[in-house]
């Protein structure tokens, strides 16, 4: 049996996360290896395609945008609309994915697709990858999990299964071309909430639901297309339509023995409310894969340590508190406090409520 291919880096999904590591490590000279399941990169696009950071290098890389938006209009129970400034880009995710990954590719990586790990040894960094010739086995320093929510890797290095939103999006034909996101808050949705994004001539429009409240996407979403149509929004067409999971249980440990390394969805970065977790899979992909190559160079682990610590300071804060706010509605799903728009304002992140307290604090009484 000839002795398995020896790489640096090895990088598990060709999502953002997966192509900004790959690149990274590759542009330090690092031999990298990243493979993904998928037999083209960012096929098929499982996103509502919102960049919400649009100071990110990412919105022009070629064919990526599409549109700007401008603000927010969210809609209560009751009706009552807030409107917010919310800029952001609407993209072509699949070009996105694409253009990524072929700048790790440009940058030295191989990229091997339709190759799935089957298997991670975390001890010996040994990974057996299904591709289309067969099975064959790798091993790598430096193992990368940029796997998206169901993880594998993060599976191997011992880390339970994620809490999950799912999800179901329709693409459909705009009216009229839309500035805005319209964004639905509704005890119809539990969990979650409905959402439209307009792309150009089309619209994404689709609903994220927790299962443990509510099983059924299809009937909440036909109705909400059905509202959208009367509205004279959007044409009630089949365009396309897609769903997936988004974490929504917070961070996790990102340095594992191995060393293994966790980015994006495999990482728990994802925004627990707004499900928005482009920009942090693109930031976190980058800075681990400038963190394996300092590691590989000196065997260093503070480099590692230096990564999730940089990864924390940007996203820690909101990512805990969009948990916390989960939390709270958690206790009303279900019950007639749902219907009220008190707690979907405290719950989503147009609102000031949101950032604020849930109670004023007590008075301190003097003795
Ligand atoms: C319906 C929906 C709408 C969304 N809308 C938005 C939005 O508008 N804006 C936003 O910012 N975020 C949005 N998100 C979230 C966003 O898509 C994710 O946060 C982002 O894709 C995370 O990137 P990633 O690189 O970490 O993982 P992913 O993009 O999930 O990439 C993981 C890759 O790993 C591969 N993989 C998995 N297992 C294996 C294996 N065993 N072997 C090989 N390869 C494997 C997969 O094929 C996949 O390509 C949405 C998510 C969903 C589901």
């Given at each position: 049996?000839?002795?398995?291919?020896?790489?640096?880096?090895?990088?598990?999904?060709?999502?953002?996360?997966?192509?900004?590591?790959?690149?990274?490590?590759?542009?330090?000279?690092?031999?990298?290896?990243?493979?993904?399941?998928?037999?083209?990169?960012?096929?098929?696009?499982?996103?509502?395609?919102?960049?919400?950071?649009?100071?990110?290098?990412?919105?022009?890389?070629?064919?990526?945008?599409?549109?700007?938006?401008?603000?927010?209009?969210?809609?209560?129970?009751?009706?009552?609309?807030?409107?917010?400034?919310?800029?952001?880009?609407?993209?072509?995710?699949?070009?996105?994915?694409?253009?990524?990954?072929?700048?790790?590719?440009?940058?030295?990586?191989?990229?091997?697709?339709?190759?799935?790990?089957?298997?991670?040894?975390?001890?010996?960094?040994?990974?057996?990858?299904?591709?289309?010739?067969?099975?064959?086995?790798?091993?790598?320093?430096?193992?990368?999990?940029?796997?998206?929510?169901?993880?594998?890797?993060?599976?191997?290095?011992?880390?339970?299964?994620?809490?999950?939103?799912?999800?179901?999006?329709?693409?459909?034909?705009?009216?009229?071309?839309?500035?805005d996101t319209d964004i639905f808050l509704s005890p119809d949705f539990p969990g979650g909430y409905g959402w439209l994004f307009p792309k150009g001539e089309v619209a994404n429009v689709?609903?994220g639901m927790d299962r443990r409240f509510g099983e059924d996407l299809g009937g909440p979403l036909t109705d909400l297309i059905g509202?959208?149509?009367?509205?004279?929004?959007?044409?009630?067409?089949?365009?396309?339509?897609?769903?997936?999971?988004?974490?929504?249980?917070?961070?996790?440990?990102?340095?594992?023995?191995?060393?293994?390394?966790?980015?994006?969805?495999?990482?728990?970065?994802?925004?627990?409310?707004?499900?928005?977790?482009?920009?942090?899979?693109?930031?976190?992909?980058?800075?681990?894969?400038?963190?394996?190559?300092?590691?590989?160079?000196?065997?260093?682990?503070?480099?590692?340590?230096?990564?999730?610590?940089?990864?924390?300071?940007?996203?820690?804060?909101?990512?805990?508190?969009?948990?916390?706010?989960?939390?709270?509605?958690?206790?009303?799903?279900?019950?007639?406090?749902?219907?009220?728009?008190?707690?979907?304002?405290?719950?989503?992140?147009?609102?000031?409520?949101?950032?604020?307290?849930?109670?004023?604090?007590?008075?301190?009484?003097?003795?």
């Open positions: 049996m000839s002795a398995a291919a020896v790489y640096d880096v090895l990088v598990v999904g060709l999502g953002p996360g997966g192509g900004s590591a790959a690149r990274a490590a590759a542009a330090r000279g690092r031999r990298v290896l990243a493979v993904d399941r998928r037999k083209v990169v960012g096929q098929p696009v499982q996103c509502a395609e919102f960049l919400p950071n649009p100071m990110l290098r990412h919105g022009n890389l070629p064919g990526v945008l599409v549109q700007k938006i401008t603000g927010m209009k969210t809609f209560l129970p009751s009706g009552k609309r807030e409107d917010s400034d919310f800029p952001g880009l609407m993209i072509d995710r699949g070009n996105l994915d694409r253009a990524v990954a072929d700048e790790a590719a440009a940058a030295g990586a191989e990229l091997r697709l339709e190759t799935r790990l089957l298997h991670l040894d975390p001890e010996t960094g040994e990974a057996r990858l299904k591709g289309p010739g067969g099975e064959t086995t790798v091993s790598a320093r430096v193992v990368i999990g940029a796997d998206g929510p169901h993880s594998p890797v993060a599976r191997a290095a011992g880390l339970p299964a994620q809490k999950t939103v799912h999800t179901r999006q329709h693409t459909l034909p705009l009216a009229d071309t839309y500035p689709g609903l509202h959208l149509a009367e509205r004279g929004l959007v044409e009630n067409r089949l365009l396309g339509r897609t769903g997936g999971s988004i974490p929504v249980g917070g961070l996790r440990p990102m340095v594992h023995p191995g060393p293994i390394l966790l980015v994006g969805d495999a990482a728990g970065l994802t925004h627990p409310i707004t499900g928005a977790g482009i920009p942090a899979a693109l930031i976190s992909g980058e800075r681990a894969g400038e963190a394996a190559a300092d590691y590989l160079e000196d065997g260093d682990a503070e480099a590692l340590a230096d990564f999730e610590e940089d990864v924390r300071d940007q996203f820690e804060t909101s990512v805990a508190r969009g948990v916390e706010r989960r939390e709270e509605l958690e206790r009303i799903w279900g019950s007639p406090a749902a219907d009220a728009d008190g707690p979907h304002r405290r719950g989503w992140i147009a609102f000031s409520e949101y950032f604020g307290r849930a109670e004023a604090a007590p008075e301190a009484v003097p003795r």
